[in-house]
């Protein structure tokens, strides 16, 4: 599998207008583009980030044709900064916890699972660890809402992985296709 990812930006939708082509991380985009419309990912999974140096909403994007932001599930176009995910192959295993450090009900997870509270029979995730693999939480059921990318290491609490609140409604594991 190649391990070099390669993604493209363009300004206009349906991959219209100036483009810029990145094969690295990159924390300032706002000199190649002034807005992003549309992206290709043609190898790799990527997280974006809608301010530069990897701060604000995330979006996490695995091989394929994004044609307008709503399709990476954006709420605008700007895209500022992006990098590569690491640790998208292999086993993916991740466990979640009740409570801030490791504490309360634990449930492991090694597949997606579009409902969490099915599953845990909690709203709020307060800490996990991400024993193998990269994986997304969402903020809402069924991959809606904020999207945070947590890769292999421990988080003591849900600000460790940039969120605002501990609600989690959706797990996916990120693979390249």
């Known amino acids: 599998m190649d391990r070099m990812g390669k993604i493209v930006f363009y300004e206009d939708k349906n991959f219209q207008g100036r483009s ?6 990159c924390p300032e985009l706002s000199s190649h583009f002034s807005r992003c419309n549309a992206i290709q990912v043609e190898s790799g999974a990527w997280v974006l980030y809608e301010r530069p140096n990897f701060m604000g909403c995330q979006y ?4 394929g044709e994004y044609p307008d932001y ?3 599930m954006g709420f605008n176009d700007s895209i500022r900064s992006c990098r590569m995910v690491r640790n998208h192959t292999g086993i993916f295993r991740i466990r979640l916890y009740e409570r801030p450090d490791f504490q309360g009900q634990i449930m492991e997870c090694s597949e997606d699972w579009p409902h969490v509270y099915d599953r845990f029979r909690h709203r709020e995730v307060q800490s996990c660890n991400v024993l ?3 994986w997304v939480f969402f903020e ?8 945070y990318l947590l890769e292999r290491g421990e988080y003591r609490r849900f600000s460790d992985w940039n969120a605002m609140n501990p609600t989690v409604g959706s797990i996916r594991l990120v693979q390249e296709l």
Do not use: K, V
Request: proline share 4%; glycine share 12%.
């Open 70 to 72: 709503q399709s990476w």
């Open 20 to 25: 810029f082509e990145c094969s690295m991380d």
């Open 132 to 134: 193998g693999g990269a």
């Open 140 to 147: 809402h059921p069924n991959y809606r809402g904020r999207q």
């Open 60 to 63: 996490i994007l695995t091989r």
